[in-house]
Nanobody, 123 residues
Framework: QVQLVESGGGLVQAGGSLRLSCAASGRTFSTYAMGWFRQAPGKEREFVAAIMWSLGHTYYADSVKGRFTISRDNAKSTVYLRMNSLNPEDTAVYYC????????????????WGQGTQVTVSS
């Protein structure tokens, strides 16, 4: 069973930056694509970004493209989400997850999820 633990969330002012980390247990981390999702109060969970195991190809939601960067360190079994130019609309609980099928922008394509880390952006 894979365990995912997010960290790095917190309170930041608009225009600021945060770097989220997701540490994964298990021996097959590098085999799977990994993704970040977020959920704000009263909103549905939405896709944020994903990174493939092959050459580190990445995908982003339009709302974060150009501001967020997903990366991974397979040796450390860790995936990261660098968030720049944050705005209050980015406030949400952020979850990392492991994908087992396509498409990677659908939550149903992920089989393991972390507990989430809160990101709050003040105006």
């Amino acid at each position: 069973q894979v365990q995912l633990v997010e960290s790095g969330g917190g309170l930041v002012q608009a225009g600021g930056s945060l770097r989220l980390s997701c540490a994964a247990s298990g021996r097959t981390f590098s085999t799977y694509a990994m993704g970040w999702f977020r959920q704000a109060p009263g909103k549905e969970r939405e896709f944020v970004a994903a990174i493939m195991w092959s050459l580190g190809h990445t995908y982003y939601a339009d709302s974060v493209k150009g501001r967020f960067t997903i990366s991974r360190d397979n040796a450390k079994s860790t995936v990261y989400l660098r968030m720049n130019s944050l705005n209050p609309e980015d406030t949400a609980v952020y979850y990392c997850a492991r994908a087992f099928q396509d498409p990677h922008w659908m939550g149903s394509s992920y089989d393991y999820w972390g507990q989430g880390t809160q990101v709050t952006v003040s105006s």
